[in-house]
């Protein structure tokens, strides 16, 4: 009863921020459907999409980077989650909560699920708008694709809440997070198939193999329309692991960042 106290104190608190701060929902809204109504109109000639999986057909530009801008909402989010966490750690609730006898571990993880659930729900009502804008999915792959929303939330989340345990300073935050989501997003394949960044530059092509961000779009895209891409969902779930672990490791007042900035 003690953890399930904490995990919903957490998630109610993490709701109510969400509820009060209704500008965050609009921007995050706003930024997506920019590239979805205006970019769009102007790069559907010049990028053209050809038949590739999971499209059986072929499919205008508008359509193809639906996934990819749902990806870039959780992106997003998980970054600013993240700042919250930097202010929070500092000055507020999770300052009092990191000291509490609940493991730290849970903690992080419980800050992470509610990140995660937060996330989906502003995906979920940008694919109302995508879809009152007639971009639309099957009906079924708008539910068939939760676990892959709430899969890539948690590692998104994960990458910001490890670059929060080396950041002591608000300030410091802005500058590490361009140098972290604009590299994510652009070296992906959330605007443009991967063969096109292939025909520019083979370089370019290997980074965007290389960026986690890329594989978390793909299992989006796939889960999309109802079908399974073991590539992108072994390494979405590895990075989502791995982060959470590195994150859990950071916060470590003994071994982590945590008690190395103290310390210094």
């Known amino acids: 009863m003690a953890y399930f106290t904490c995990f919903t104190g957490i998630l109610i608190r993490e709701l109510l921020r969400f509820w009060q701060q209704r500008s965050r929902l609009i921007s995050a809204l706003v930024r997506p459907l920019l ?8 790069f559907r000639a010049a990028l053209g999409v050809a038949i590739i999986p999971p499209y059986e057909t072929y499919i205008t530009y508008e359509v193809y980077i639906v996934p990819g801008l749902a990806g870039v909402i959780m992106l997003f ?8 966490m930097v202010y929070d750690r500092e000055m507020g609730s999770m300052k009092v909560l990191l000291t509490s006898p609940m493991p730290r571990s849970f903690l992080l993880v419980s800050k992470l699920l509610a990140g995660a659930f937060i996330s989906t729900l502003q995906v979920y009502a940008f694919f109302a708008i995508a879809w009152l804008l007639d971009v639309r999915a099957e009906p079924i792959g708008y539910l068939v694709v939760l676990p892959a929303l709430v899969l890539t939330a948690l590692m998104l989340g994960a ?13 410091n935050f802005a500058g590490v997070m361009n140098f972290v989501v604009f590299p994510m997003f652009f070296l992906s394949s959330a605007l ?3 063969w096109k960044m292939q025909e520019s530059s083979e370089w370019l092509y290997q980074l965007c193999l290389f960026n986690p961000f890329t594989h978390a779009v793909e299992l989006i895209r796939f889960a999309m329309y109802s079908q399974f891409n073991a590539q992108a969902l072994a390494v979405t779930l590895g990075c989502t692991i791995a982060f959470i672990g590195l994150a859990i490791w950071g916060y470590d007042p003994k071994r982590g960042m945590v008690r190395r900035k103290v310390g210094g």
């Open 35 to 42: 590239w979805l109504v205006v970019f769009a109109a102007g």
């Open 77 to 84: 989010n998980g970054m600013q989650s993240s700042l919250s």
């Open 159 to 171: 990458l910001g809440l490890l670059l929060s345990s080396f950041i002591k300073q608000l300030e």
């Open 192 to 194: 443009y198939p991967l």
